[in-house]
Structures are given as structure tokens and as C-alpha cells.
T-cell receptor, first 114, second 113 residues
Framework: NAGVTQTPKFRVLKTGQSMTLLCAQD?????MYWYRQDPGMGLRLIHY???????AKGEVPDGYNVSRLKKQNFLLGLESAAPSQTSVYFC?????????????FGDGTRLSIL | KQEVTQIPAALSVPEGENLVLNCSFT??????LQWFRQDPGKGLTSLLL?????REQTSGRLNASLDKSSGRSTLYIAASQPGDSATYLC????????????FGKGTKLTVNP
């Protein structure tokens, strides 16, 4: 059981470049999330999805776009990368009805913007 | 706005010691509280989820308690082992049962052999 898989694991970009981070889960979970983790700031929610075809903004959505075309995949896009977006990005998912189910996390994507 | 504080930021103990990690939150109108573990270079692993109607949850050597009225939770680790070394984070919904989790900055635990 793979759980939550994030692709790629590492990436270096130049300012202004675009890229897409892929998150895939094989647990048939309805809910999926994208977080960023920065030293001294902790984990912050970027965007999330409560089901296929839906997305919603989190705490720090600016500069990012997301899509949930398939239930098992949640894509995070950076249209024009900026150095401030250098971070570790985590995807998570959870299942069940209601909020009392734990989130399952991937191992992260380490992104550096030069 | 919900704020989560974890004290201490770092803790170093000898193997075998029992220890308590603390988490406090400002808005007590939450549906649940979660404790996670994060190993270096890895994602978060859910340890315990306490629903608002519960006062505590146990899993093996871990016991988490929740006091909503005071805005506090504790994670008790019994008979600590070097393999328990990691960063422990707590998280609560921004409000009620919101999908937006607010995380503390974590307690980095080192258990020395």
C-alpha cells in the first residue's frame, strides 16, 4: 500500500519558471491538501480539495494553483516561481465522513527557487 | 484566529524516561486535535486523534489528553526509546470542524541511549 506519493522529490527552478507538483493517493480518500513547511513558520495550508472537481483556498494560496480532475490526484502548480516559494511541500489526504479522521502525509517535495 | 503553541521547542532525555509534551490552542471550539510525528526528511505520521467528546486517547506507549476548556493537550510518552527521537507536532482545526488545520511549530525530542 503506497499511501500518498509525491512527485518529484527534489527540484531546483529558476525564478519565473513554472512547474507542477503531483500528489497521488491510493486510499480512495475524498479530501486532499497541499501544505508548505518553512523554518520558523511551521506547516501552512496552501489549497485543499473536498472531492473530485473541487478546490478551495487555504492560508497561503497566492502564487499557486491546484486541480483535482481525478479523485486520486491533486496537482499543485507554480505559474511563475519566486524565491519566496522555496520550501518543502507536503501533500496529505484523509477519508471518512466528517472531520474526525487523521490526515496521511507524503514524504514531501523539496523545491528551491534560484 | 486560531494559534497553536508547543512547549518546549526541544527536549533531550535519557532512554527509559517518561515525558510529557505540551500543546496549547487559543480557540477551544474545535472538533478534534491531532498529534503527529515527523522524522528528518520525512512527512508527518499521524499518532493520535482526539475527538472533542473524548478526554484522552491511547496507542501503545503514547497517551494524549485533551482539555478543551483550558485550550490544552498533552502527549505522554512512557518508557522513551531512542527510536522515539523525532519532532512532534499538534494540530487543531482553524475553527470547529474546519478542513484548515493549524499546526504548532513542534517539539524536537531526542532520546539518548
Amino acid at each position: 500500500n503506497a499511501g500518498v506519493t509525491q512527485t518529484p522529490k527534489f527540484r531546483v527552478l529558476k525564478t519565473g519558471q513554472s512547474m507542477t507538483l503531483l500528489c497521488a493517493q491510493d486510499m480512495n480518500h475524498e479530501y486532499m491538501y497541499w501544505y508548505r513547511q518553512d523554518p520558523g513558520m511551521g506547516l501552512r495550508l496552501i489549497h485543499y480539495s473536498v472531492g473530485e472537481g473541487t478546490t478551495a483556498k487555504g492560508e497561503v494560496p497566492d502564487g499557486y494553483n491546484v486541480s483535482r480532475l481525478k479523485k486520486q490526484n491533486f496537482l499543485l502548480g507554480l505559474e511563475s516561481a519566486a524565491p519566496s516559494q522555496t520550501s518543502v511541500y507536503f501533500c496529505a489526504s484523509r477519508g471518512g465522513v466528517g472531520s474526525n479522521q487523521p490526515q496521511h502525509f507524503g514524504d514531501g517535495t523539496r523545491l528551491s527557487i534560484l | 484566529k486560531q494559534e497553536v503553541t508547543q512547549i518546549p521547542a526541544a527536549l533531550s532525555v535519557p532512554e527509559g524516561e517518561n515525558l510529557v509534551l505540551n500543546c496549547s490552542f487559543t480557540d477551544s471550539a474545535i472538533y478534534n486535535l491531532q498529534w503527529f510525528r515527523q522524522d528528518p526528511g520525512k512527512g508527518l505520521t499521524s499518532l493520535l486523534l482526539i475527538q472533542s467528546s473524548q478526554r484522552e486517547q491511547t496507542s501503545g506507549r503514547l497517551n494524549a489528553s485533551l482539555d478543551k476548556s483550558s485550550g490544552r493537550s498533552t502527549l505522554y510518552i512512557a518508557a522513551s526509546q531512542p527510536g522515539d527521537s523525532a519532532t512532534y507536532l499538534c494540530a487543531v482545526p482553524d475553527w470547529g470542524g474546519s478542513e484548515k488545520l493549524v499546526f504548532g511549530k513542534g517539539t524536537k525530542l531526542t532520546v539518548n541511549p
